[in-house]
């Protein structure tokens, strides 16, 4: 059968949350109470994410290697654009940091205190988020575009 990008993305999405549940779960069966038994034996649990630990392992080399040999457009491979979202995405954060930084107001409680100024154009920084921010939606919607209409390798 085959699978889109977008459906392997998905099912990893499945599978490292299946593997953080039954990590818990297995953590919370290791130990009991003297004389008495665990509700899930640990050696099925440990078996049973094993099994889901392999399996994510595989369905991540197969994504990889697609998004690797997947063009986006002429110039450009699907892994490219990937980290070029990821960087967009950084690059927004620390813009969204500035503007949060340098729009709090402190408060002086009498004059002998030190005043903080922004030394930054807090206009100037927004609009540069929202420039960052348009790159990058623009950018997720090809990337989500082209995860549905490619086949998982």
């Known amino acids: 059968m085959t699978m889109t990008l977008g459906e392997a993305l998905n099912l990893r999405a499945g599978l490292q949350t299946r ?7 297995l953590m919370e069966n290791v130990k009991v109470q003297e004389g008495d038994t ?14 889901a630990i392999d399996t994510l392992g595989k369905l991540v ?18 892994v ?3 980290i070029e979202r990821e960087n967009l995405m950084k690059k927004r954060s620390v813009i969204q940091q500035m503007i949060e930084k ?6 002086r409680y009498s004059m002998s205190e030190i005043k903080f100024v922004s030394i930054v154009d ?11 921010s348009k790159q990058w939606r623009e950018l997720d919607n090809k990337i989500q575009g082209i995860n549905w209409i490619t086949a998982l390798i």
């Open 61 to 78: 080399a197969r994504i990889n290697q697609t998004n690797n040999l997947t063009a986006i457009n002429a110039d450009q491979q699907l």
């Open 80 to 82: 490219d654009a990937l």
């Open 122 to 132: 807090v206009s100037v920084l927004q609009k540069e988020y929202d420039l960052l």
């Open 102 to 107: 340098a729009s709090s107001n402190e408060n």
């Open 19 to 25: 593997i953080t549940q039954l990590t818990a779960r």
């Open 38 to 51: 665990p509700a899930l034996a640990p050696q099925d649990l440990r078996q049973e994410l094993f099994v």
